[in-house]
């Protein structure tokens, strides 16, 4: 068995931008919601108290997005890696075996499988959002026993009442 590769130097972003990243996406992801929730409302009281938090924070993640870019412009962005074996790159399985080389390097076909990694990743991503919409709407709007089946700590109550 092969031991794991030695760590490589991987170039990562500057610290702040990463800070920054993660910053926006945890805002953006209390942002959305609070405006769909919003949305469903009748006009007024919670409502209003809803759009007022969600466009403040849509404001703040618009001022971190020119923060953002004049960061970026000043620090710079890291080396791209390359994407595929056709792009002549080892494939490696956690470093206790290298995938075998089926194609040479080839740009058409990396572009390709480029391509196809990208539609793959959006179907997977789109598949997943639907399910975890089914998820809410099973544990929400229906209310129903759905969720236990896969939740990791749920015991059933035994039948019939006996324990």
Do not use: C
Request: aromatic share 10%.
């Amino acid at each position: 068995m092969k031991a794991f590769p030695p760590p490589r130097q991987v170039p990562v972003y500057d610290p702040g931008l990463r800070t920054l990243h993660w910053l926006m996406a945890a805002l953006i992801f209390v942002a959305l919601p609070l405006g769909v929730w919003a949305s469903l409302m009748p006009r007024g009281g919670t409502r209003s108290e809803l759009l007022f938090v969600h466009k403040s924070i849509g404001v703040t993640v618009l001022g971190l997005v020119a923060l953002r870019i004049v960061w970026r412009l000043m620090a710079g962005a890291p080396p791209y890696s390359e994407p595929s074996t056709a792009g002549g790159n080892e494939v490696s399985w956690f470093g206790l075996f290298s995938l075998p080389r089926l194609v040479g390097k080839d740009k058409i076909l990396d572009e390709a499988a480029s391509r196809a990694h990208l539609v793959f990743a959006w179907a997977i991503a789109i598949v997943l959002a639907l399910h975890l919409g089914a998820v809410v709407w099973h544990a929400v709007v229906r209310r129903d026993t759905i969720l236990t089946r896969m939740w990791p700590r749920y015991r059933p109550a035994s039948i019939g009442g006996n324990s």
